[in-house]
């Protein structure tokens, strides 16, 4: 598939050597571009011979002349340039497959794209690659790759993704380990199935692949109340997520003891199940999982004491009121970091923490990423929510300022009559926002 230019940048390299929207970009320097990874590797040359198709249907050839880290100017009608690769298992856990009936269409795309984990961090099950891919990562080291590998049992794995090549696609594992591509894994965890003794073989396995492995997260398995026609599982108990964590956290000693890193982390959402506490900040090193949830509420709490130090935010004069709305699985955490807050004020700052049931997913479901406006309008309309209602970034689609159900912030603020405030998972910006909200109650 070649290259379609949807636009070109007004004074750019492309423009300045004829390219126009239209046109189609065929190679640079000899190599065809199929997309977004071809077009990147091979523009960094200084000197680039470009074949491209008019507009009109006329081949050229220019030679460009550039540093190493000039673009070209060129806008391609996707920013892959191909159409995003889909996922084709059916796994027994997908949270796709337990999404309810008529919501938007692309929540309902599953991403298997390796494209997508080297750019924006997505993970891949690797069924979708064959040997050539593989050796295309190699050859242009796109690294890391994040993937998730939910067991190294091949037998198990193929029934838990309900795809017979899922077992043969660990081989990859290997294959990209010993060329030095650095691996980030995750394991989503189901209660009886590749938890216990499964899940120590699937450690130790990874662990084994060297150090280009440098990461595994293991998170419990997410199940919503929409799982008609699906295998049976059940949530975790809080023994059951005991036993979780006191397996990881050994194994975890084990490696920093044999290797000087920890290597696998429980993600904290195991922590809340188990009613245990979060491990000090030393425990995660260098925090190389956050985006399942590994370390989040111990950085979060580090950055809101560093926040809480600086005399900046010691301002507040009149009596003021905040409500901040999250899943129930974070509500006693964000509840303890807004008192560190308010005890800076005593009765001049009242932050009130409300946790929402979530109707929509099921009670199941309790982590703030997964709230919808429905059930945040319908759990506080009425309510005297003070000078602004905090909502957590992760409960938006990304890049986006609606929730999962196609509510906006817009929509809510409008519903419950009080500006809306969305926070990122950041103590700091989490104190910030909080002083800069603080009014005065009539």
């Known amino acids: 598939m ?9 004074g750019s390299l492309a423009e300045a050597h004829g390219i126009t929207a239209g046109s189609t970009l065929l190679k640079i320097n000899g190599h065809e571009i199929v997309d977004v990874l071809d077009y990147r590797f091979f523009m960094v040359d200084e000197q680039l011979k470009v074949v491209y198709r008019t507009p009109n249907g006329k081949m050229r050839m220019v030679l460009i002349e550039k540093d190493e880290y000039d673009d070209l100017g060129i806008e391609f009608e996707t920013y892959l340039i191909d159409k995003q690769h889909s996922c084709k298992n059916k796994c027994i856990f997908c949270f796709i497959d337990q999404l309810p009936k008529g919501m938007r269409e692309s929540l309902y795309f599953k991403d298997d794209d390796s494209r997508m984990s080297f750019f924006y961090g997505n993970y891949i099950t690797l069924t979708n690659l064959n040997d050539a891919d593989i050796e295309r990562i190699i050859k242009m080291h796109i690294s890391p790759v994040n993937v998730s590998v939910h067991t190294m049992n091949p037998q198990l794995r193929c029934f838990m993704m309900n795809n017979r090549f899922a077992g043969d696609s660990l081989r990859y594992l290997k294959v990209l380990a010993e060329a030095g591509i650095n691996i980030n894994t995750q394991l989503v965890l189901c209660p009886g199935i590749n938890d216990g003794e499964e899940l120590e073989y699937s450690i130790r396995q990874l662990a084994a692949l060297g150090p280009s492995v440098q990461s595994i997260a293991c998170v419990p398995v997410g199940l919503t109340k929409h799982r008609e026609g699906l295998p049976e599982i059940k949530g975790y108990t809080r023994l059951q997520a005991r036993k979780v964590v006191e397996m990881v956290d050994r194994l975890a000693l084990e490696m920093f003891i044999k290797h000087g890193r920890r290597l696998c982390y429980a993600a904290d959402e195991f922590y809340i199940l188990a009613d245990m506490p979060i491990p000090d900040e030393e425990y995660y090193e260098d925090y190389p999982q956050l985006d399942n949830g590994v370390g989040l509420m111990r950085l979060f709490e580090t950055e809101v004491n560093e926040a809480l130090a600086d005399e900046k935010f010691r301002r507040i004069e009149y009596p003021s009121r905040v409500t901040i709305a999250t899943g129930n699985a974070a509500a006693p955490f ?109």
């Open 334 to 442: 964000i509840d303890r970091m807004a008192k560190k807050v308010t005890a800076l004020y005593g009765r001049k700052f009242d932050v009130r923490v409300k946790a929402i049931e979530n109707i929509f997913f099921g009670d199941s479901i309790t982590v703030a990423g997964l709230l919808t406006g429905e059930d945040i309008i319908r759990q506080l309309k009425g309510r005297r929510l003070g000078s602004a209602l905090f909502l957590p970034k992760v409960a938006l689609r990304s890049g986006e300022t609606v929730l999962l159900d196609d509510v906006s912030v817009e929509d809510i603020s409008r519903e419950l009559g009080v500006p809306v405030v969305v926070v990122d998972n950041d103590g700091a910006e989490f104190v910030e926002k909080l002083m800069e909200k603080a009014e005065e109650v009539e």
């Open 2 to 10: 070649a290259a379609y230019v949807k636009g070109v940048e007004a």
